[in-house]
């Protein structure tokens, strides 16, 4: 059976912080010239420097022992469908072997990353809803 080394409450946090940094990113669209002939539209995204929300749940990524990084790595894996439930030692394993000191700055670099999070967590049976509530 597989099990996390993260806390359900650690999870949940870095979802709700990665929501409010995903909900203050904004899409810029790129002025590719007066003439687009299909009407296709390119954007970017950018973040600001000074996101205090970005600055917060960096460093409590950072502050994460190993294995409760690479846990939340593996989640990130399993929510965005590289890895299932059932290859989770296999997840863990990579994430470890790959673990460096920007794993914060790699998670918080996924667009998805609370989706993913959710995601995964929903595989292992764990919702946020409680803790949410309690937040409100």
Known sequence: MAELEISTE??????FEAREVEAQLEMIEDDHGSDLVDGEHYGVIER???DPTYDEVKQFIE??????????VALAWVGR???DLGEWAEARELARDRHNEHTAEYLLGMPLLADYLQAGLDAFGISCEEIEDERL
């Open 48 to 50: 600001e420097d000074d």
């Open 81 to 83: 469908g590289d890895f």
């Open 10 to 15: 650690s999870v949940c946090f870095i979802i």
């Open 63 to 72: 502050s994460l022992s190993l294995d409760e990084q690479c846990d939340l």
